[in-house]
């Protein structure tokens, strides 16, 4: 299976500043999503990030808080945009290898924990 | 809208068997995932369902049912390691990324 590599793994950050987290896979991916998963609840996606187009974005989500780069297909970054506490939670990103019998589709960084203070 | 419902705590004692439901209401249906989340960790695959029936993986097992959009996930002989969220998620079409229940905390007591 591929391997993900997600980094920062956390960070504490000032509110008012951004953070760019990013996410590398060690193999060629069409789509790539990110999620947030708020403290004791479940994922909620963000965006998928296509590979020369812009992100799609979900209800509750913009680009202007939330922008996102796939400047190829092994890389996207998503940047968490003039923080407030009410961002603090972790951040993961995943990819769809498709179905083989040893790799089951959706795999995940290992997330970044976003503390805003 | 996409709707998975879980039930949000369980406590099952070690050496025992669990049973964790997952209901799900979707505009479509390709596939269904168990992922094991431990705290302060990202999620990991458990198991995947796309025809009716039952998988299983060792202590593992997940059974479907696309006519009653339900599924449930078994664990066997639990270990206070099992202790973890488990998510449920719906993958709507070949194309769309993965929608999620709430989770369900387990806890595994002595």
């Known amino acids: 299976s591929a391997v993900i590599s997600q980094k920062p793994s956390r960070d504490i950050c000032q509110r008012g500043t951004s953070l760019t987290i990013q996410c590398q896979v060690d193999?060629?991916?069409?789509?790539m999503f990110w999620y947030r998963q708020q403290p004791g609840q479940s994922l909620t996606l963000i965006a998928t990030?296509?590979?020369?187009?812009?992100?799609?974005?979900e209800s509750g989500f913009v680009i202007d808080k939330f922008p996102i780069s796939r400047p190829n297909l092994t890389f996207s970054t998503l940047t968490v945009s003039n923080m407030s506490p009410e961002d603090s939670s972790i951040y993961l990103c995943s990819v769809d290898l498709g179905m083989t019998p040893t790799n089951y589709g959706y795999t995940f960084g290992s997330g970044t924990r976003l503390t805003v203070v | 809208g996409q709707n998975i419902d879980q039930p949000t705590e369980m406590t099952a004692t070690e050496g025992a068997i669990v049973q964790i439901n997952c209901t799900y209401q979707?505009?479509?249906?390709?596939?269904l995932f168990w992922y094991q989340q431990h705290a302060g960790e990202a999620p990991t695959f458990l198991s995947y369902?796309?025809?009716?029936g039952l998988e299983e993986k060792g202590r593992f097992s997940s059974f479907l049912s696309r006519s009653k959009g339900y599924s449930y996930l078994l664990l066997k002989e639990l270990q206070m390691k099992d202790s973890a969220s488990y998510l449920c998620a719906v993958r709507v079409t070949g194309n769309t990324p993965l929608v999620f229940g709430k989770g369900t905390r387990l806890s595994v007591i002595a």
């Open positions: 193999s060629q991916v069409t789509m």
């Open positions: 979707t505009s479509g249906f390709n596939g």
């Open positions: 990030a296509n590979q020369g187009s812009e992100a799609t974005y």
């Open positions: 369902n796309v025809l009716d």
